[in-house]
């Protein structure tokens, strides 16, 4: 891996999050036909302000200025972190990003840990096992769950763990038990995300020459298996690795509002509720920063997995 | 090594073993019965689909999950095979049987250091431990003949060549002494010379240490040349067995007269004997259809260039079959795209019925494409699966807008009974027909318009060795009736002596010697074309023809 | 020449060269009895998106107080809301609207998606190089966030979710497009169609169009599911329409209110919407099995 590789690496993250905001900003601030009379109405159904009004907001946001300028303003301030005001509450749209990122961040991790050990097992299990029903169960229980409205999962749980049996708190973010529900049914969709890629390349890794190679060595199965074909199965279950992270960050929209827990996703979906688009872009830029960091963190970590990658790079 | 045997070491009696598809099992072996004593060298011959690989699989308890077998015994030495155990198997594989692969750019785990996977064939069998295991593996690697073994085995497979590779994949294969080593078309996949090399240092191994092989190979020449004792397949069933010499000087069986006949290498060319009927097409004075003059092509490479193609220069008559022969990344290819105008050259001119092409474009591109055709190495990949065959042959009459719908097939229908298909074939789908098949439908597709040209890509590499001499067969024919020129590309010397009036050999994009066809097969100029004459499998079978 | 075709019969046994046994399609289906039941209920969703009458022939709107919370059975087959609404009349009138916002969904991203797809990959150059930075940006936001996004744009309401949705997924559509054009562009018959002077734009429509377009309609099947399960989730989250219109996300979130004394109000919205995506999810398998062989 040379200099030139992680600049150039840098660099396409760099181009991904220029577009990110290029692209967020053309939706958001140009597509709507006044941002402003749509922001300060408080949502879609609130009262129209009176014009004098108006004009004083879009000063104030900058909006009377051509599109290029706001355009040009804005990225500036970005660079420096800087997404402006809340509309709503009038807070620094960084700040209260950051505010809410810890309760996400723990959910995530939960989640994660969840969809990693569901799905590392289910695609084991099911390559390994020689009986049949069993293989062609697990095998089914990954499109099963993938199949199902996560917000619906997440009530479904609550009903049958909080309100029919009583074991774990329905809602809130007090403590560890709080915590079991809300992972799982995030963890559930994106584990059968992981299932899917790993099982499907440990049962093409297993079919490749060099695993016959192996067995015609005498190597026996759990050698197989574990040596030869799930160090070449787990390099295409870590190229999604960025997604997993990205469906995370989705499910926690949802999962949040279902669990009414604080965290990123309740602040995106009141900042959607009122049209608060500073917000909202700010929101959509950090997901993809997110994103294009841990895809960058893949890249460089991934020729240590694959000397493939390392001799051309 | 062998121990004290009298018998044969191998036995296999009366085997069936059949896969378990959708629709129902297909037998792939139909009782075979063979042995091998130890120390002997038994080739199994056969084209795709006799069931030779699906043995040799089943010997080695390699079988895929779909494959079962049906009935008949196997028995190493005193050990019966069939019904072994998983864990008994474990116990066999590798130590007792060691199995040399096919393709070796696939067989070697992408992600493991080689010396690793060669100290892992010793390892699983307590024959080392972790710290003796690496010395010893290098000693392996040594043995197979891998140039400075001990850097080698810290290298990983995607940075060693194909033969490489293949050294790495027999020192696997004989880590742990077996008795027996299974070779399932081990060297089809290399160039020529490295197959002869490897060849050479496998016969050496195996006779040094006594250990007996079976060979899988559907090269009669290679099977030929190393084997004490032939035995040839089809359709899941053994037609012909004995020791090699009386097989080839007396065939019984007519299927393996067949695969004699249409063994490349030792038949005089069809071309050949074409010639000897006129004058060669060469000689008759008028211009030539094509004249290539000092053809250049770079490919970028990193920050500099490669140059595919380096300053060749050469003429195809009317009526001439001029071959082009080299290994892979002679430029071979390159140049007939060139000559086709499929690609841009760098610097050079060709010139097609006296007319300057080297860059044409527009009107001027389309009207070469009616004179000068391209048959493809492929015959799976080049006709479009959605279409009736009809619609394949016809492409270039609609391109060019001949006929009408009605008329157009009627010429496909001519075009079919040319290359000697039934007309039934027209309303079926490429996939419904064999590579054979297909074949002729692709150049059925090349004659539609009439051309002067037409390229032939490796037009026989993919093909079974009778279905290719049927196909070579078929062009010469084609040549003789409409005095068409071929410019053929082709890696195996033995199958253009067949076809071509004279032959120019390519190397690193080079043309070393251009000569006439028997010239270069009877005095061959340069040491490179001479090495390739020598690496050509079948010495056996032309000294008994 | 007759001898030659003796040594290759048009079918030959051989296991190698003979092409897959074909098996009828009725057959392929009816020895799959999941993918019966998948069919029967995807045509039972149809039916009641298009014609809600003819399955439950009630007012969805219409409640009897007196009758509200009911449980399953007497009170009818799924049992009664907090306003005492037949749930069953309202889960088979919410097809309606769910199902129009994923078929514009699925629509958006397929046209838009399948142009770009196909300008990338048969174009190439910097027309490629420029859409495919695009669709990269659009993978780098999750899904959600962007049709949020969207949505605060363009406002509330169950086209403009279902556009929010489907632009969400033309990057997906994009991609798959523009492999299938390349790899059926560098595919021997399309170079070979070039080699014997077939127009650019004749190869384009029958070569290159219809043998790339299985995998792409394929996708569309399976990001049916996927739809229906993004429009249910911002339904769900109130930004489809506005009550007291019957959506089955918003359904699933009316019924949470009352989910300590009426588990069937969440229950059977979201198992309609569940079963729905699995009887998709079978059949784009199904589908996609079948042109693979």
Redesign the interface.
């Known amino acids: 891996m040379t200099g030139r590789y992680l600049a150039r690496r840098l660099l396409a993250a760099v181009?991904?999050l220029w577009?990110?905001f290029t692209?967020?900003f053309v939706?958001?601030y140009l597509?709507?036909g006044d941002p402003v009379a749509?922001m300060a109405s408080g949502g879609?159904d609130g009262e129209p302000l009176p014009p004098e009004q108006l004009a004083a907001l879009r000063a104030r946001y900058g909006l009377d200025q051509p599109v290029l300028v706001q355009y040009g303003q804005r990225l500036l301030a970005a660079l420096t972190g800087d997404f402006g005001t809340s509309i709503q509450s009038g807070q620094d749209v960084r700040g209260a990003i950051l505010e809410a990122l810890p309760p996400t961040l723990q959910i995530s991790a939960a989640g994660l840990a969840v969809a990693v050990v569901f799905g590392g097992t289910v695609a084991l299990v099911a390559t390994y096992t020689r009986v049949l029903w069993l293989r062609q169960l697990l095998m089914a229980l990954p499109?099963?769950a993938?199949?199902?409205?996560?917000?619906?999962v997440g009530?479904?749980l609550?009903?049958v763990f909080a309100?029919g049996l009583g074991l774990l708190p329905s809602v809130g973010a007090n403590g560890p038990a709080a915590l079991v529900l809300p992972a799982v049914t995030l963890g559930l969709p994106t584990g059968a995300l992981v299932a899917q890629v790993l099982a499907k390349s440990m049962a093409q890794a297993l079919g490749e020459p060099y695993a016959t190679t192996a067995r015609a060595k005498g190597v026996g199965r759990v050698g197989i298996h574990l040596r030869h074909a799930l160090r070449n199965a787990a390099l295409p279950a870590l190229t999604v690795l960025g997604f997993v992270v990205?469906?995370l960050?989705?499910?926690s929209?949802?999962v949040e509002?279902?669990f009414t827990r604080p965290g990123l996703g309740r602040l995106?979906?009141a900042?959607?509720?009122v049209?608060?688009?500073p917000m909202?872009?700010g929101?959509?830029v950090f997901?993809?920063a997110v994103?294009?960091l841990v895809n960058l963190a893949v890249d460089l970590i991934y020729p240590l997995f694959d000397p493939r990658i390392g001799a051309t790079a | 090594m062998t121990g004290q045997l009298t018998g044969p070491l191998l036995q296999v009696q009366d085997l069936r073993v059949s896969?378990a598809?959708?629709?129902g099992p297909?037998a792939?072996v139909r009782g075979v019965s063979l042995s091998v004593a130890p120390g002997e060298v038994v080739a199994i011959v056969g084209e795709?689909?006799?069931?030779k690989s699906t043995l040799a699989h089943a010997v080695a308890g390699l079988l895929p999950g779909t494959g079962r077998i049906d009935a008949g015994r196997i028995t190493l030495g005193e050990q019966e095979l069939t019904g072994l155990s998983d864990r008994a198997w474990r116990t066999v594989r590798g130590r007792l049987i060691g199995l040399v692969p096919q393709d070796p750019g696939v067989a070697l785990n992408p992600v493991q250091r080689v010396g690793a996977q060669v100290a892992e064939a010793l390892t699983v069998h307590g024959l080392a431990d972790r710290r003796s295991a690496p010395a010893r593996a290098v000693e392996l690697l040594a043995e197979a003949g891998l140039p400075d073994a001990a850097a080698r085995a810290r290298q990983y497979p995607h940075e060693l060549s194909g033969g490489m590779r293949q050294r790495v994949l027999i020192a696997i294969g004989i880590a742990a002494r077996p008795q027996l080593l299974v070779a399932d078309e081990p060297t089809s996949a290399l160039d020529a010379t490295v197959q002869r090399q490897i060849l050479d240092r496998l016969d050496e191994l195996v006779r040094a240490s006594g250990t007996a092989v079976l060979l899988i190979t559907h090269d009669l020449g290679v099977a030929a040349d190393r084997a004490d004792r032939l035995v040839v397949m089809q359709?899941g069933r053994v037609v012909e067995e004995g020791p090699v010499r009386e097989v080839l000087a007396a065939p019984r069986d007519p299927y393996t007269r067949r695969l004699l006949e249409s063994a490349p290498g030792l038949r005089p060319s069809v071309a050949h004997t074409t010639t000897e009927r006129g004058t060669h097409p060469g000689e008759t004075g008028d211009s030539p259809l094509v004249e290539v003059r000092d053809l250049v092509k770079e490919f970028p490479l990193g920050r500099g260039h490669i140059r595919a193609v380096d300053g060749v220069s050469f003429t195809i008559a009317r009526g001439e079959t001029l071959a082009l022969v080299g290994e892979s990344g002679s430029g071979k290819s390159t140049t007939a795209r060139l000559v086709?105008r499929?690609a841009d050259p760098t610097s050079g001119t060709v010139l097609f019925d006296g007319t300057d092409i080297t860059r044409v474009r527009g009107r001027a591109w389309?009207e070469l494409?009616?004179r000068a055709?391209?048959i493809?190495q492929?015959p799976?990949?080049?006709?479009?699966?959605?279409f009736p065959i009809a619609e394949v042959i016809a492409?270039?009459l609609?391109?060019?807008r001949v006929g009408d719908a009605r008329s157009r097939r009627a010429r496909a229908a001519e075009l079919l009974d040319r290359v000697?298909?039934?007309e039934?074939?027209l309303d079926?789908r490429p996939?419904?027909?064999?590579?054979?098949?297909r074949q002729r439908v692709?150049i059925a597709?090349?004659l539609?318009?009439s051309p002067d040209l037409v390229v032939c890509d490796e037009p026989v590499s993919a093909l079974d060795s009778?279905?290719s001499a049927?196909v070579l067969d078929l062009l010469a024919e084609l040549q003789a009736d409409a005095g068409l020129a071929y410019l053929f590309i082709s890696h195996d010397l033995a199958v253009v002596r067949r076809i071509a009036h004279r032959v120019g050999v390519l190397r690193d994009g080079k043309l070393l010697e251009l000569a006439l066809t028997e010239q270069v097969f009877a005095a061959p100029q340069h040491d490179y074309t001479r090495e390739l004459l020598a690496a050509i499998a079948g010495r056996r079978l032309e000294e008994t023809a | 020449?007759t001898e030659?075709?003796i040594?290759?019969p048009?079918?030959?046994?051989?296991?190698?060269?003979?092409?897959?046994?074909r098996?009828g399609r009725l057959r392929f289906v009816m020895r799959r009895p999941g993918l019966v039941l998948s069919l029967l209920y995807v045509a039972l969703v149809v039916v009641a998106a298009f014609a809600p009458h003819v399955l439950a022939p009630g007012d969805p709107a219409a409640g009897v107080p007196a009758l509200r919370l009911q449980p399953p059975g007497a009170a009818g087959l799924f049992g009664t809301d907090y306003l005492g609404r037949d749930v069953y009349t309202r889960v088979v009138h919410g097809a309606s609207l769910s199902l129009q916002a994923t078929l514009i969904a699925v629509s958006v991203a397929l046209v838009v998606g399948g142009l770009v797809g196909v300008l990338a990959g048969f174009v190439r150059g910097w027309v490629d190089e420029v859409l495919m930075?695009?669709v990269?940006?659009?993978l780098?936001?999750?899904?959600?966030?962007?049709s949020?996004?969207?949505?605060?744009?363009?406002?509330?309401g169950t086209v403009k979710v279902a556009i929010a949705v489907g632009v969400a997924s033309v990057a997906s559509f994009a991609r798959v497009m523009r492999a299938e054009t390349l790899r059926v562009r560098q595919?021997?018959?399309v170079?070979?169609?070039?080699?014997?002077?077939?127009?650019w734009h004749?190869t384009l429509v029958?070569?290159v169009l219809?043998?790339a377009a299985g995998p792409v309609l394929v996708l569309a099947v399976l990001e049916f599911?996927l739809a229906i399960?993004a429009v249910?989730?911002l339904s769900?989250?109130?930004?489809g329409a506005p009550p007291p219109a019957p959506e089955w996300?918003s359904l699933?979130a009316e019924g949470?209110n009352y989910?300590?004394v009426a588990?069937w109000l969440?229950?059977v919205p979201?198992?309609a919407?569940?079963a729905t995506?699995?009887a998709v999810?079978r059949i784009s398998?199904a589908l996609d099995g079948e042109r693979r062989r």
Do not use: K
């Open positions: 181009g991904v577009a990110a692209v967020s939706v958001l597509l709507p749509t879609l499109s099963l993938v199949s199902l409205p996560v917000f619906w009530l479904m609550v009903q309100f990205g469906n960050l989705a499910g929209v949802v509002t279902v995106t979906v900042a959607v509720g049209q608060d688009i909202v872009q929101i959509v997901a993809a994103f294009v | 896969y598809t959708g629709a297909i792939a795709s689909g006799s069931g359709g086709l499929l389309r494409r009616r055709q391209l493809y492929n799976f990949a080049s006709l479009d699966p959605r492409e270039p609609r391109a060019f000697a298909l039934p039934a074939v079926r996939a419904e027909l064999s590579g054979g098949q692709a597709r090349a539609a318009l009778h279905v049927q | 020449m030659v075709l040594r290759e048009v079918v030959t046994a051989e296991a190698d060269e003979a092409p897959p046994p098996e930075r695009f990269d940006v659009l780098a936001v999750p899904a959600v966030l962007l949020l996004a969207l949505i605060t744009a363009l406002g509330y595919s021997g018959y170079e070979a169609a070039r080699s014997v002077g077939t127009r004749v029958r070569h219809p043998n599911g399960l249910s989730s769900f989250l109130g930004y996300g699933v949470r989910m300590a588990w969440c229950a979201g198992a919407i569940a995506v699995l999810n398998r």
